[in-house]
């Protein structure tokens, strides 16, 4: 009976306390309403203005962006360099690759590699280096009150690296193994083929790293390569974050301010692009696969065009959530695990457009079919104005996260720069998708769409295909895989 009377002494204090609360806080019984989310209203983004920077060019050619953030005590910086494996020797595939790699990991002439690892260990500091398709780098990471000692490696490192043979050997080793293994992914399959029939084998924006161009490079190759690219009238250095400016332009001319420029910079013409097939239906057999990696696309354009804002917002249209792939092929017809398509430009040489996905093998067919058919409706059925709206929304509300940190401003502006794009032209982007009509996107999708220029990769099991890729045309093209020299270097 007194636990009873315990029991409803503690039941009473705590309907009293809750009923404080509601009236307090004027919190209701009734359930909430809800609304659908195209019923929701948001508020205008914020303008977005540029951070404050600075840009000026040392004596010998070297330019350099500055750029103060105070948040936290970090600096960071990063070197643009005017090279790329694009421009390496086509019996040599991965020079550049490599060059990028041991020009960090082979140490320099004043610290051996460990040395510099330790260094940067005790500072909970970083330099890193590599060589893509299209650019050099070279980066920092410090904290405000060792940037002195980072920078100074960092600079060693840009200026005085001694690619040191053990390092080469093991970056090597490195390499092989993704030779090895590269086959085991079906998308990359996918990704690494579909270039080549798009840009051609031989293309330096398809060729893939073999055995044999790796047993071709040596050292005086690495040296040559770094010689011909690296001098600072061939670079761009950025630096952002907890600094003083003047100390800091101090520091930049004390430890770059006396390498001596290049008279004349190395002419490094692009290499020329047209699409290797205009159409046609490629296979990779792959019998352990339950399931399909499609590819469909053909040569695209450049960020430079003039209907680039439009393309992108035409993407908008075909692509994510509420897109039409997503709508038909994913949701109403059910044949896709994932779907997308995409008008994907480059800054100086022309990118793809690409639509794929991945669906069962037995819907291999209807999948490739319907995808075609939704890149024909773009230009045969006008887009509706909620489609438009829908797509510039969604392109525009992006936008901010384009200036998420200084950093990455930074980077953007340096980027625009060395592909010899306007500062402003990412604003300039921003206003002509606001002003891209209906009537845009359907003379964009006639001029630049090419259905008929369609190259289709598939990836999966031959066997598990049905109905079977002739459907599609009468003639199917296999691509083999398998990798040269993997028997050979299996036995070494």
Request: glycine share 8%.
């Amino acid at each position: 009976m007194k636990l009873f009377k315990k029991s409803r002494r503690f039941f009473l204090a705590l309907f009293l306390a809750v009923s404080c609360l509601l009236v307090t806080f004027n919190f209701s019984w009734a359930a909430p309403t809800t609304k659908h989310y195209d019923e929701l209203q948001f508020s205008a983004l914020p303008e977005i203005k540029l951070p404050k920077y600075e840009r000026y060019v040392l004596e010998n050619g070297l330019v350099v962006y500055l750029m103060e953030d105070h948040e936290l005590p970090l600096v960071s910086g990063t070197a643009l360099i005017k090279t790329g494996s694009r421009w390496e020797p086509a019996d040599k595939v991965g020079l550049a690759g490599l060059t990028g790699t041991v020009m960090r990991s082979g140490g320099t002439k004043k610290h051996s590699a460990d040395q510099l690892n330790e260094i940067l260990e005790q500072q909970a500091a970083a330099v890193e280096t590599g060589i893509s398709e299209g650019a050099g780098t070279a980066s920092f990471d410090s904290l405000s009150e060792d940037v002195d000692t980072v920078f100074g490696l960092f600079a060693e490192v840009l200026r005085e690296p001694v690619f040191a043979q053990e390092k080469l050997d093991l970056a090597k080793t490195q390499a092989k193994g993704g030779i090895a293994r590269r086959n085991d992914d079906p998308n990359g399959i996918a990704s690494r083929e579909f270039r080549k029939l798009v840009y051609g084998q031989e293309s330096p924006y398809a060729r893939t790293v073999e055995y044999a161009t790796l047993d071709k490079i040596s050292r005086q190759d690495l040296l040559k390569f770094y010689q011909q690219y690296y001098y600072p009238n061939n670079l761009i250095l950025g630096i952002v974050g907890d600094f003083d400016p003047q100390k800091m332009r101090s520091l930049i001319q004390a430890k770059f301010g006396d390498w001596q420029p290049r008279p004349t910079t190395v002419k490094t013409e692009l290499p020329q692009v047209s699409q290797a097939n205009l159409g046609g239906v490629f296979f990779v057999n792959q019998p352990q696969l339950t399931q399909s990696s499609v590819l469909l696309g053909h040569l695209g354009g450049q960020f430079n065009s003039p209907d680039y804002a439009a393309l992108d917002v035409l993407n908008g249209v075909l692509n994510g959530f509420g897109g039409r792939l997503f709508n038909e092929v994913r949701s109403r017809q059910g044949l896709a695990y994932s779907v997308y398509g995409l008008w994907s430009p480059r800054f100086d040489y022309p990118g793809m457009f690409i639509a794929g996905g991945q669906t069962r093998s037995d819907a291999t067919v209807q999948f490739v079919k319907a995808v075609q058919a939704e890149i024909k409706r773009l230009q045969t059925e006008r887009v509706t104005d909620k489609e438009l709206k829908f797509a510039q929304e969604s392109t525009l509300n992006s936008f901010v996260f384009n200036f998420q940190d200084p950093s990455q401003t930074l980077s953007r502006l340096m980027r625009y720069e060395y592909y010899g794009y306007p500062p402003d032209f990412l604003f300039r982007y921003q206003k002509a998708v606001a002003q891209t009509t209906v009537i845009d996107l359907q003379r964009v999708a006639r001029k630049y769409l090419k259905p008929e220029n369609l190259v289709t990769l598939v990836v999966g099991n031959q066997t598990t295909i049905q109905p079977p890729l002739t459907q599609l045309t009468k003639q199917v093209t296999s691509i083999d895989v398998t990798i040269p020299g993997s028997q050979s270097q299996a036995v070494n």
